[in-house]
């Protein structure tokens, strides 16, 4: 760390040199003002022997213009671009923490790797800084066409507060700059670069930014970057498949490895078109697994590994007090016949979904089936009962003695009310014995009414459909290396593996590679003949569908 220093730079001052880039270096520094007034804030500043080059300036003055006009909770805030003697420099937000290159070299020295849930977590707020930057519509109504082009670790700050910053877009090419990158040059980290980067494509697109945190994420999970350093990388990156990360870390999740293979698809044409496609992956895979992840646990994470004191209101363990009961379907509160708007995105090489009954539902593995919601009586509803004792009644002289009179009246006149009313059905036969036909029509009589009451009587006392009380449990096809696959039909369906109830169509599940032998029948009829299908389930890159039909 370096020594203290009161260089005065316009407002600032230059308190603690922080690092030195490619062509500018960074500065911790302080603005002061009226009243005691301070804030700490990071000064960005031209090399001084690059200050005279066009290039490089112009190339400093487009990060400037870029990043002043992005607004983000997960990307560094750019507050003044300044020039004092012809010297450019940028005034930026100041997030102290650890980016993800300290991160990991922290981490590598303890023999310690970062856990699956935070590294999922971590990579889906960089993808959430990502899809606003790719998609970002500027002032005028102009698409700016923004692409980084250097996501890496060293690029992504964790705060101690546990929110993530995406930072330099030094590198980042809009349609909007003014610095051209030159025929044959290359910007960016060699281990980090897409295919189509490396061989300096006219036309890079937001794709070569997924391809890199493919590559970041696969580095939080392993601790090693997938193709090597330097010029190995770039030879492993345009030949050599993606190496398996259960090699390194037996434990990572089949799903998992499958969007990391996704995401680092030589090809763009197959890789994730989007950071939302990728991040609504990750982001199913964590309601799926139950992992977790959050800020609050990040907090404690970056803290611990930098020994600072992890406070009360940053502890991972929630507080005590009262707490709601989620049902594992929320999805089963929305109105009868709303599909879910919640598909997921497996790139290039999953069908397109769309709102029908055929679209998968988003469920935890070993969820019950779809019951029917029973309205509960409450006391704001519109529709709950209504008191029939008003509040001026209970209120009147005599207090809640008077109100236990009234309350015991009133139960009292409902049982002499419903015992009238037993006594009148249970003497109403014989008021009529005068009118009855001689024995002969009696008989016939009988019969009758005999018959005609057995056809009402079969509706209300038939079984209830096996779907309210069979108990789905998708458990046998539920591989924790398994792949992602969904079972639909043409019908609602309930399906069934080995004798056992798996649960409604569309279903969701995580099955091992293999063959497997399915039963589907008719959700809405209580004995439908069940018709065999056998899947085959096959080592993907992403979403397996399997379309059934009654």
Same mark, same amino acid.
């Given at each position: 760390?370096?020594?203290?220093?009161?260089?005065?730079?316009?407002?600032?001052?230059?308190?603690?040199?922080?690092?030195?880039?490619?062509?500018?270096?960074?500065?911790?520094?302080?603005?002061?003002?009226?009243?005691?007034?301070?804030?700490?804030?990071?000064?960005?500043?031209?090399?001084?022997?690059?200050?005279?080059?066009?290039?490089?300036?112009?190339?400093?003055?487009?990060?400037?213009?870029?990043?002043?006009?992005?607004? &983000?909770?997960?990307?560094?805030?750019?507050?003044?671009?300044?020039?004092?003697?012809?010297?450019?420099?940028?005034?930026?937000?100041?997030?102290?923490?650890?980016?993800?290159?300290?991160?990991?070299?922290?981490?590598?020295?303890?023999?310690?790797?970062?856990?699956?849930?935070?590294?999922?977590?971590?990579?889906?707020?960089?993808?959430?800084?990502?899809?606003?930057?790719?998609?970002?519509?500027?002032?005028?109504?102009?698409?700016?066409?923004?692409? &980084?082009?250097?996501?890496?670790?060293?690029?992504?700050?964790?705060?101690?507060?546990?929110?993530?910053?995406?930072?330099?877009?030094?590198?980042?090419?809009?349609?909007?700059?003014?610095?051209?990158?030159?025929?044959?040059?290359?910007?960016?980290?060699?281990?980090?670069?897409?295919?189509?980067?490396?061989?300096?494509?006219?036309?890079?697109?937001?794709?070569?930014?997924?391809?890199?945190?493919?590559?970041?994420?696969?580095?939080?999970?392993?601790?090693?970057?997938?193709?090597?350093?330097?010029?190995?990388?770039?030879?492993?990156?345009?030949?050599?498949?993606?190496?398996?990360?259960?090699?390194?870390?037996?434990?990572?999740?089949?799903?998992?490895?499958?969007?990391?293979?996704?995401?680092?698809?030589?090809?763009?044409?197959?890789?994730?078109?989007?950071?939302?496609?990728?991040?609504?992956?990750?982001?199913?895979?964590?309601?799926?697994?139950?992992?977790?992840?959050?800020?609050?646990?990040?907090?404690?994470?970056?803290?611990?590994?930098?020994?600072?004191?992890?406070?009360?209101?940053?502890?991972?363990? *929630?507080?005590?007090?009262?707490?709601?009961?989620?049902?594992?379907?929320?999805?089963?509160?929305?109105?009868?016949?709303?599909?879910?708007?919640?598909?997921?995105?497996?790139?290039?090489?999953?069908?397109?979904?769309?709102?029908?009954?055929?679209?998968?539902?988003?469920?935890?593995?070993?969820?019950?089936?779809?019951?029917?919601?029973?309205?509960?009586?409450?006391?704001?509803?519109?529709?709950?009962?209504?008191?029939?004792?008003? &509040?001026?009644?209970?209120?009147?002289?005599?207090?809640?003695?008077?109100?236990?009179?009234?309350?015991?009246?009133?139960?009292?006149?409902?049982?002499?009310?419903?015992?009238?009313?037993?006594?009148?059905?249970?003497?109403?036969?014989?008021?009529?014995?005068?009118?009855?036909?001689?024995?002969?029509?009696?008989?016939?009589?009988?019969?009758?009414?005999?018959?005609?009451?057995?056809?009402?009587?079969?509706?209300?006392?038939?079984?209830?459909?096996?779907?309210?009380?069979?108990?789905?449990?998708? *458990?046998?096809?539920?591989?924790?290396?398994?792949?992602?696959?969904?079972?639909? *039909?043409?019908?609602?369906?309930?399906?069934?593996?080995?004798?056992?109830?798996?649960?409604?169509?569309?279903?969701?599940?995580?099955?091992?590679?293999?063959?497997?032998?399915?039963?589907?029948?008719?959700? *809405?009829?209580?004995?439908?003949?069940?018709?065999?299908?056998?899947?085959?389930?096959?080592?993907?890159?992403?979403?397996?569908?399997?379309?059934?039909?009654?």
């Amino acid at each position: 760390m370096s020594e203290p220093v009161s260089e005065k730079l316009g407002k600032y001052t230059l308190v603690r040199h922080l690092a030195t880039g490619g062509m500018a270096e960074i500065w911790l520094a302080e603005q002061e003002g009226p009243g005691g007034f301070n804030k700490q804030l990071v000064i960005k500043r031209v090399l001084p022997h690059l200050a005279r080059d066009s290039q490089f300036t112009q190339m400093f003055l487009d990060e400037a213009r870029l990043v002043a006009q992005l607004t &983000h909770p997960n990307i560094g805030q750019i507050y003044e671009l300044g020039e004092i003697e012809g010297s450019y420099f940028i005034a930026m937000e100041y997030i102290e923490g650890l980016d993800g290159s300290d991160v990991l070299e922290m981490l590598t020295g303890r023999g310690q790797r970062m856990p699956i849930g935070l590294a999922v977590y971590a990579t889906i707020q960089v993808l959430q800084a990502l899809d606003y930057a790719h998609d970002f519509i500027d002032r005028d109504g102009n698409f700016v066409g923004l692409v &980084h082009r250097d996501v890496t670790p060293h690029n992504v700050i964790i705060s101690n507060d546990g929110v993530i910053k995406l930072v330099d877009f030094g590198v980042a090419k809009a349609k909007a700059n003014h610095s051209k990158t030159q025929t044959g040059a290359v910007k960016g980290k060699l281990a980090y670069m897409a295919p189509e980067q490396i061989a300096s494509s006219p036309d890079l697109d937001r794709r070569v930014d997924i391809f890199a945190v493919g590559v970041m994420f696969y580095e939080f999970l392993t601790g090693s970057k997938p193709f090597g350093e330097d010029l190995v990388a770039v030879n492993a990156i345009l030949n050599t498949p993606t190496p398996d990360p259960r090699e390194l870390r037996p434990e990572i999740p089949q799903s998992l490895v499958n969007i990391i293979n996704l995401a680092l698809a030589k090809k763009r044409e197959e890789r994730y078109q989007g950071a939302q496609a990728l991040m609504d992956d990750l982001q199913d895979f964590m309601r799926a697994s139950g992992m977790r992840g959050n800020q609050r646990e990040l907090a404690a994470f970056v803290r611990e590994l930098q020994g600072l004191e992890v406070t009360h209101s940053w502890q991972t363990q *929630s507080l005590g007090g009262p707490r709601a009961r989620i049902t594992e379907r929320e999805h089963a509160l929305t109105a009868p016949g709303t599909p879910s708007t919640m598909g997921v995105k497996t790139g290039p090489q999953s069908p397109a979904l769309t709102p029908s009954s055929h679209a998968p539902e988003i469920a935890r593995p070993q969820t019950a089936p779809q019951q029917p919601v029973q309205q509960q009586p409450h006391a704001t509803s519109s529709t709950a009962p209504v008191n029939t004792l008003s &509040h001026e009644s209970v209120s009147t002289s005599g207090g809640g003695s008077a109100g236990l009179v009234v309350a015991f009246l009133v139960v009292v006149v409902a049982i002499l009310g419903a015992g009238a009313v037993v006594f009148y059905l249970f003497i109403q036969p014989d008021d009529s014995p005068k009118k009855k036909t001689p024995d002969s029509k009696v008989t016939k009589t009988t019969k009758e009414v005999t018959d005609t009451k057995k056809e009402p009587s079969s509706k209300p006392k038939a079984p209830v459909n096996e779907v309210d009380i069979e108990k789905a449990d998708p *458990s046998p096809l539920t591989h924790k290396d398994g792949f992602l696959v969904f079972v639909r *039909s043409d019908k609602k369906a309930k399906v069934y593996y080995e004798g056992k109830y798996l649960g409604l169509t569309p279903l969701k599940l995580f099955p091992r590679k293999g063959s497997y032998a399915l039963e589907i029948t008719d959700a *809405s009829k209580k004995s439908a003949k069940k018709v065999k299908h056998t899947i085959k389930v096959k080592e993907s890159m992403g979403m397996q569908s399997f379309d059934l039909t009654l």
